[in-house]
Structure formats: structure tokens, C-alpha cells
């Protein structure tokens, strides 16, 4: 069984840019579709971004559209988001996501135990 492993997350200024890293143990995350959810405390969980299992289709959720860019490195099985220009309201747990086709209402059926992200104003 696939497991997954995030971290680069922490505390960073508005403006600033941070890159989480998914690593997969147990298996190999290439032949998955990968992406990241983050949940804000009292919020819903909300769609950041995926990728496909080739790289060759991305996605990103509305919020983060031009801030943040997916990308994967299946040699080592290794998935990433770097965040740009942080907001405040970028502040979140951030999960790594794996599986079929994801999207914000289909996630895949893998995911880590989250990294938190917190964006001081």
C-alpha cells in the first residue's frame, strides 16, 4: 500500500513562497494522478492543484492561479507544489492527494497525513 509523506510546510511572510513535497513510500506514486487539497481550520477542504500521472494535464484550483505551480518528478517519486506570493488567507493544512482523475469533488483514494502552512500578514 501506497503511503504518502508531506512536508516543507511552516510559517512564512505574506509575499513569500514556500515548496511542499509529497513522497511516496510502500510503492511507486508514477502511475498515480497526484494533487493537493488544503483545509482551513472551520473551513471545507478546497482543491489546490493535480497533476496527471504523466504530467502532461494540470489543473488548479481558482484561488491559486498563477501562485502556485504543480510538478512531479516520477524518478523520485516525488510530487510538488510551489506556493508564490503568499496571502494570509493562504493559511491551511495542505494534503497530499493520489489516485484516479482529482478533482475538488473526486479526490483519489491516497492521502497524507497533511503539512501546515501558515501565512503571517
Known amino acids: 500500500q501506497v503511503q504518502l509523506v508531506e512536508s516543507g510546510g511552516g510559517l512564512v511572510q505574506a509575499g513569500g513562497s514556500l515548496r511542499l513535497s509529497c513522497a511516496a513510500s510502500?510503492?511507486?506514486?508514477?502511475?498515480?494522478?497526484a494533487g493537493w487539497f488544503r483545509q482551513a481550520l472551520g473551513k471545507e477542504r478546497e482543491f489546490v492543484a493535480a497533476?496527471?500521472?504523466?504530467?502532461?494535464?494540470?489543473s488548479y484550483g481558482d484561488s491559486v492561479k498563477g501562485r502556485f505551480t504543480i510538478s512531479r518528478d516520477n524518478a523520485k517519486n516525488l510530487v510538488y507544489l510551489q506556493m508564490n506570493s503568499l496571502k494570509p488567507e493562504d493559511t491551511a493544512v495542505y494534503y497530499c492527494?493520489?489516485?484516479?482523475?482529482?478533482?475538488?469533488?473526486?479526490?483519489?483514494?491516497?492521502w497524507g497525513q497533511g503539512t501546515q502552512v501558515t501565512v503571517s500578514s
Open positions: 510502500g510503492g511507486t506514486l508514477s502511475t498515480y494522478n
Open positions: 492527494n493520489a489516485g484516479g482523475r482529482i478533482t475538488q469533488a473526486t479526490p483519489g483514494d491516497l
Open positions: 497533476i496527471s500521472w504523466g504530467g502532461s494535464s494540470i
